[in-house]
Structure formats: C-alpha cells, structure tokens
C-alpha cells in the first residue's frame, strides 16, 4: 500500500508538471498608456528565454501558462504580468520620473581628477538654427561642435580609448521572430509590405569580409533577395509594375515547395523624370568622425550630385548639438556649389538627429515642387541621443511627417556603434527606403547607377495579400518580410503606411509551401474543427493554387488601386526553374543558414554554393560572383 500511495503522489506530480510546462504562443503589446514601444524586451522571470516587440510594440512568445513575463524598455519602469488563460495581453509602462533629456558636454582640457569634478560645463540643446546667412550658420555650428567630448546619458554611446580606436563595439539590430507555417484553414490570408531596402545584405557583407559573426538578427532574408536585379519583363499595361509568379521544389526541404512572388516597376526614362526638391540631411556628430562615415557621406553625396539637372534642386542640413542650413535650396547646375558646402562639413559633438529632421522636413515642404520628387536623404550612423533620442519617438516624428508628401531615403554608415534598429525604423515608419554604405563603390552603385530606382517612386504603400487553397495547400510561411507582415484588414486600409516601388525596381518575395497529404516534420496539424463549413471544392477552383490581391497608391494619391492574380497548381522541377528563381532561392538559402533557422533540413553551404554557382546568369556588375566569394569565405570561417 506505501509503494501504491508513493506511485499515486508521483503520477500527480507528473501530471501537474506536464500541464503546467505546457507551452502555448502568446500575442501581446507594450505601450505606455497611448503610444507603443518598440524593441522593448521581454522575459520570462528566471529564465534566459525572451524576445523584444516588433517596430509596432508587439510581440509573439512561447510561454506556459503560471509563468511571469517582465517587460523593459529603457527609461521606463519594468513591469510584470503573470500568464493565465488568456492568449493576448496588453502591458504598460510608466515613464521613469528622473529620465535625462540633455547631454552634457565639456571643452577639452587636461586636468586632474579633483579638478575634473568642478570643470566647467554647458548644455547643448537641439535648438534649430534657421533663417542665417550660410556662412554664419557654419560659425556658430562649428562652435557648438568643435573640439568637445560627450558625457551622454544614452547607454549606447561610442566609447574610444587614447588611440580613438572603438572599444566598445555596440552595434544594434531590432529582434526578428521567424515565421512558422501556417494552416490555410485557421488563418487563411497573408498580407504584407513590399520591401526593397538592401541594407542587411550590404551590412552582412562588411561583417563577412571583415572576418566578424553575423548577428542572426542583422539578417533581414528579403534585404538580401532584394539586392540583386532580376529579368523581369517590364509592365505593357496602365499599372507601375508587372507580376510575375513561378512554383517549384524547395532545395532545403525536400517535402516543400517554392512559390515566388514577384513585382517589375516600369522603368522612367531619364529625361522624363520629374524635377526633384532634395534635402540632405547629414550627421555631423562626434560619432561621425571615422574614415568610413562622414568622409564617405561627402564622396557618396558628391556622387549623387553628379546626377543632377537644371530643374532639380538641393538643400544641405546638419545636425549635432544643433540643427543647421548649411546650403538653401540651390539648382543641380551649381554643383560646385554643391560640393564647396559639403567639403566644408566636419564632425564633432552630440546628436540632436529629431531636430534635424524637423528642420530638414520644413526646408523639403517650403520648397515643395507638385508633381516632383521631393525627398529627405538623411546620412548617419543612427546614433541619436539628443532631443528624440527613442526609437520610439523617431518613429512618431517620422509617421507625422510623411503625410507631408516628402519621401525619406535613409542612407546607415560605420561600424561600432552602428544603430540598424532605428535606421529601419525611420525608412519603415516613412514613405522610406533605407541602405548601409560601406564603400565609395556601394554609394556609386545605389547612388548613380540606381539613381533613379533609389530615388524616384512610382508607386507607394504597396500591398500583397494572398489566399492559398485548403484544397491544395496544408501550410505555408512566408520567407523573411517578418517586420512587414500587416493585418488582413490592413490590406484595404488606405491609412496604413506600406514599401514604395522606385523606377525599374523588383520586389521578390517566397513562400514555402507544404502541400496536403505531405508529412513535415516542421508543421503537425490541427485537429479539424468542429463548426467550420464543410463546403464541396469546385473542380475549377481545385486547380488553382492561390489568388494574390495587390493594392498601391500612385505617389501623388491617396488612394488605392487594386490587382489580382490566380496562381495554378502547376510546380516544376527545380533545375528546369528559371535560373533568376534559382540564383534567389540560393540567397534566401544562405540568409536561412546565416540566421540558424530551426525550419530547414538541408544547411550545407555547400550545396547553396552548388545552386548559386548553376544560377549565375548574366552578371554585368559581378555581384552575383561577389555573392559566391562571400558564401565560401563564410565556408572557411
């Protein structure tokens, strides 16, 4: 009977352990009261396991029910919040009351340590300074600028040591959550932004080639699909862009398969683009200072003033401890103008990067050209700790300011203390497209050879949404683009920013598919519900794959026109696929590898390297080779 009643007491035990180690996939959202926070952090109490909320302050978790999540954001105080029944949760933070708003600087001098404590001091606040002639402007910046050094309240300053070499290396990127397969049956649409950023994969390149780890978080998969041109025939019809579909197997899981999605933009010849109101925008901070920052934003904005006409028109603003117009408006003919005021930029200071946008803003909106292409190019290393110095508030500040009409390129440069996190942030949250310049020859490139992709939208808020057939398809996930993912109601609402498509732009997008009656071992199941509609397939409709649904805006517009396209359940043979989709599945292969997905059997860079190098193609500019050389250093690593 002792035997009996121990067997009894740990059967229960068992029981009780298994039910509450059960883990389930919550949903939620961090706010403090009225707006959300982005990249705020959560945890479970205890343990190592966490995540951090989307650039909408939501997030996704595995939790078992009883544990305690704790959610931080800097400048906040933590909360916490214990896990019942429910599946969503909403948690709040308070300001923190003693949160510093300024930065402190001090004039260099030697002095010893009972000195430094009484040095003297003064605030350096993000005044804008407007309305002065060019040259007064530059004296007073250069005065707020020279020659000091920054004790910062932000945690993520650039620290140098006596040689000025970086010693604490503090480069950020926002966490990515991978996206899992999904039932057509529970959520039967999927709906997301276009992407054509290429930052992350110009960014992985440097790490690489530097011999340095790639964060998995630093890989955006559709950033590097995206880097690359494809042979997309351009659009016959009244539409800014074609559509182009093709199905094939999946070279990392043999039971998958690949769907590509994939948009052209109509490419504008040269003399008929319209007249362009440009303002550069340029950090002139302390944490400029390094060879492969400001020197290179001067060659990189030099080599886009080289593409300028008679009618365009730029404006030169900095910032640091303050804002400035360093050049009003001036005709793309002056170009040695141009290039004198951009010589004249030197680095020094803190980083009052909100008031340079607002400054930067009105210069485009006073100078607005109807019809034009009006554009804030904003060149940095993202360190903002001045005045808006949140992701969250750069964010706000840039929503507002698109609905100005003014479009945003954001240009990211350096390494260190490299902000990817709010660079994204700024080109998402605007009518915005975002780059990493590493070389003079990546700013040639995006600058001057993709001038007019880079530069000059046909279209905006660019939406997919797709319906994959129950009938055909047992689950489906779509490949990176996990930042860009929008409700289904998202997709007819006007009001919800999306990607721009730029002149003779492509977007390529993938899903892996796992038809019905195939086992994975990635994806179980559900049960078959008890109330959903048992409705006869139609013999028609059992052909047909998916139906995708797209929605743009033109770019003076405010309104959406909508396209369909039916997909066919017609998949080929992967080595008889076109070698574009070829060259692009090898891509989004190794972005797979880099980012130690748990939802690929096959992580051989070997036979990525086996598949890119059959998929070469026409490679004019050699990136394609590049490509290659990067995927055998990372081999030998």
């Known amino acids: 009977m002792k035997h ?253 398969k690949l769907l590509r999605i994939a948009l052209q933009g109509k490419t504008i010849e040269s003399q008929s683009l319209p007249a362009s109101n440009l303002v550069f925008l340029v950090d002139v901070s302390g944490s400029m200072n390094d060879a492969n920052k400001l020197p290179l934003v001067k060659q990189s904005l030099k080599a886009l003033t080289s593409q300028l006409r008679a009618d365009d028109k730029i404006a030169i603003v900095v910032y640091a401890g303050a804002a400035g117009l360093v050049l009003p408006p001036t005709s793309g003919k002056e170009k040695n103008k141009i290039i004198e005021a951009l010589d004249q930029l030197s680095a020094g200071g803190s980083t009052a990067g909100g008031a340079g946008i607002e400054l930067a803003y009105k210069v485009a909106q006073e100078n607005f050209i109807k019809g034009g292409n009006n554009r804030v190019i904003i060149a940095t290393d993202g360190d903002f700790n001045v005045g808006y110095n949140s992701t969250s508030d750069l964010g706000q500040l840039i929503e507002e300011k698109r609905k100005t009409g003014v479009f945003l390129t954001c240009l990211g440069y350096g390494m260190g203390n490299y902000k990817d996190t709010t660079l994204e942030t700024l080109a998402d949250k605007g009518n915005g497209n975002y780059a990493y310049i590493d070389t003079a020859q990546e700013a040639n490139r995006f600058l001057v050879k993709e001038f007019k992709g880079s530069l000059f939208a046909i279209a905006k808020d660019v939406k997919i949404q797709i319906e994959f057939n129950p009938a055909l398809v047992q689950a489906y996930r779509l490949i990176g683009y996990e930042n860009r993912k929008l409700r289904p109601e998202d997709f007819k609402n006007d009001a919800i920013d999306a990607g721009e498509l730029g002149s003779g732009h492509t977007v390529t997008a993938f899903y892996e598919i796992i038809p019905t009656g195939i086992s994975s071992s990635f994806y179980t199941a559900a049960d078959p519900l008890k109330y959903a509609s048992k409705v006869e397939v139609d013999t028609q409709l059992h052909q047909e794959l998916a139906t995708i649904k797209f929605r743009y805006k033109k770019p003076e517009e405010e309104k959406s026109i909508e396209m369909t396209r039916v997909i066919q359940n017609n998949p080929g043979n992967l080595y008889n696929s076109s070698t574009d989709f070829r060259f692009a599945t090898a891509v989004a292969w190794f972005g797979l590898y880099l980012r130690d997905s748990k939802l690929i059997q096959n992580n051989t860079v070997a036979d990525i390297l086996d598949l890119a190098n059959n998929a070469i193609g026409t490679d004019k500019e050699g990136y394609r080779y590049e490509f290659i050389r990067l995927m055998e250093s990372q081999q030998n690593n």
């Not at 035990?13 to 961090?30: D, R």
């Not at 620290?159 to 057509?184: C, M, W």
């Not at 964060?215 to 950033?223: F, G, Q, T």
């Open 4 to 256: 009996v009643k121990h067997f009894s007491l740990a059967l229960a035990m068992l029981i009780n352990f298994v039910a509450v180690g059960q883990l389930k996939t919550i949903t939620g959202v961090v706010t403090d009261g009225k707006n959300s926070l982005p990249m705020a952090n959560i945890k479970i109490k205890g343990t190592r396991v966490g995540t951090q909320t989307d650039l909408d302050g939501k997030f996704s978790l595995q939790v078992s029910e009883g544990a305690t999540l704790v959610a931080s954001f800097q400048g906040y105080t933590s909360n916490e919040v214990t896990i019942g029944k429910a599946n969503h949760y909403v948690i709040v933070l308070k300001e923190e009351a003693n949160v510093l708003k300024e930065v402190v600087v001090h004039g260099y001098r030697t002095v010893s340590k009972k000195q430094s404590v009484a040095a003297s001091c003064r605030v350096v606040t993000s005044k804008i300074i407007e309305n002065r002639p060019n040259a007064n402007v530059m004296t007073t910046l250069q005065g707020q600028l020279a020659g000091v050094s920054i004790q910062s309240t932000d945690s993520n300053r650039d620290v140098k040591d006596k040689k000025g070499i970086n010693s604490n290396p503090d480069e950020s990127y926002g966490a990515l959550i991978e996206n899992v397969f999904e039932s057509p049956v529970a959520n039967p649409l999927s709906t997301f932004s276009i992407d054509v950023d290429n930052a992350s994969y110009t960014n992985i390149r440097r790490l690489i080639n530097n011999g340095q780890k790639v964060p998995k978080d630093a890989v955006r998969v559709e950033e590097m699909v995206n880097f690359f041109k494809y042979n997309y025939n351009q659009p016959t019809g009244v539409h800014p862009f074609s559509i182009h579909t093709e199905y094939s197997a999946c070279p990392w899981n043999t039971n998958s």
